[in-house]
């Protein structure tokens, strides 16, 4: 295990805001230093050998990067992140379209997905945002069915939320989707090296990515473009020299890339066994909580029901207790977790995804959202749940 702590040592000494980023890991940082320092060929120029060493290593880590999600190397294109993946993937469809399309997205989406989606409205497009079954925030494929249309040409859900954890069920989602001849689009930045991915059993046709979710550099990301069987012809967000396949001009980020392949194959390697830890762990935060917290209830999916809920993920409601005031409170302490979606913390609003569950505004905002990594330790959970059991108890004497 690694030494966690460094610079915020005292500040931030217990991380569980994983949801929003994670840590990079060392052995990613490793991989890196040698394109951030000797090795600056840019991988379009590729009449010398600084040239080709680039062009190369951006290759391998591209078979990498596939290799974990179950695609083809060339079904990758290199982005910033997820918001730009999602971004390319539901503007650069809606490129495509002759007339004005449909397409179909669901309430608990992450803004990323959301505000496409509203422009793609204001531009005259029919947009279906799709309600979810309260408390566990699941979508019904049988209600999606009902919303299709044969103008429909994407349909965009992610597979796992990140406030909630909930896990959707694409396969019998995808069926649908390809019934009436549209793409699936997965927005899948809270997965790699928590549950296994292969595209093409999840029957998903873009998928977006972030290397900062899984222990890799910020800035960097992934769209998978469908090519086999049934490709997927998208528009591209940016115009330039034409890399990626013209899907997304620019000088190829080959620092990150290769931090995002190490990331993805550490997550391959450890993933499935890590997963087993950190369940292990979020569940024993829960134990203490539900024994020292009178009234505490869990948002989203019971976290016995493995299949639907990511293993990383709690988010709990705190009758009475003001989120915001308890963040404060743990963050002097030195916890760090988080209120709802990252995104969203400087304009505190109750969490559009809680509501979506069922839950009221009051209640969306007395909720705290824990993210586990490899990095959290016994300890940690030992600490931050007496941090937060004192906290909650401060705060409900006042
Ligand atoms: C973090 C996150 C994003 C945004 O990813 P960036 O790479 O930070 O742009 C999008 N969707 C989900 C589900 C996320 O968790």
């Known amino acids: ?75 990758i294109v290199f982005t910033s992140g997820a918001t730009e993946s999602n971004n390319l993937a539901i503007l650069g469809t809606a490129g495509r379209q002759a007339g004005n399309g449909h397409l179909v997205t669901v309430e608990t989406e992450h803004p990323a997905v959301l505000d496409p989606c509203d422009h793609l409205k204001r531009k005259g497009y029919a947009v279906t945002r799709l309600s979810v079954e309260h408390t566990t925030g699941l979508v019904d494929p049988a209600m999606l069915e009902t919303v299709l249309r ?43 090296g928590r549950l296994p991915l292969d595209m093409d059993a999840l029957g998903i046709d873009l998928a977006s990515f972030s290397a900062h979710k899984f222990h890799g550099p910020k800035g960097v990301g992934a769209l998978y473009v469908r090519r086999r069987g049934r490709p997927v012809r998208i528009d591209p967000l940016v115009y330039g020299g034409g890399q990626e396949r013209g899907m997304r001009s620019g000088t190829l980020n080959v620092p990150s890339i ?114 586990l990594s490899r990095f959290t330790t016994d300890q940690d959970i030992q600490r931050a749940a007496a941090l937060v059991v004192a906290g909650v108890e401060k705060l409900r004497e006042l």
């Open 150 to 192: 044969p103008e429909t040409f994407l349909v965009s859900i992610s597979l796992a939320n990140n406030e909630i954890g909930t896990i959707q069920n694409l396969p019998a989602i995808a069926q649908r989707v390809h019934a009436c001849g549209a793409v699936l689009h997965a927005d899948c930045a809270q997965v790699v």
């Open 258 to 371: 290769v931090g995002m392949a190490e990331a993805a194959r550490l997550a391959q390697e450890h993933g499935e066994s890590e997963s087993i830890t950190i369940r292990k762990q979020r569940n024993q935060l829960w134990e203490i909580l539900e024994k020292d917290i009178p009234e505490i209830a869990i948002n989203g999916p019971r976290l016995s029901h493995e299949s639907v809920r990511l293993p990383n993920n709690l988010n709990v409601h705190v009758p009475g207790v003001d989120g915001q005031t308890l963040l404060t409170t743990l963050a002097h302490e030195g916890l760090a977790v988080s209120a709802g979606s990252a995104c969203s913390s400087e304009n505190p609003r109750p969490s559009h995804v809680l509501q979506a569950i069922g839950l009221s505004e009051d209640a969306a905002r007395a909720s705290l959202r824990f993210g």
């Open 1 to 75: 295990m690694f030494h966690v702590g460094g610079a915020y040592a005292g500040v931030v000494s217990i991380f569980l805001d994983n949801h929003s980023t994670t840590r990079l890991d060392p052995r990613v940082l490793e991989a890196m230093m040698p394109w951030l320092t000797e090795q600056y060929g840019n991988a379009g120029s590729t009449t010398h050998e600084m040239g080709r060493d680039a062009r190369e290593v951006v290759d391998s880590s591209r078979e990498s990067v596939a290799s974990v999600i179950g695609a083809s190397a060339r079904e």
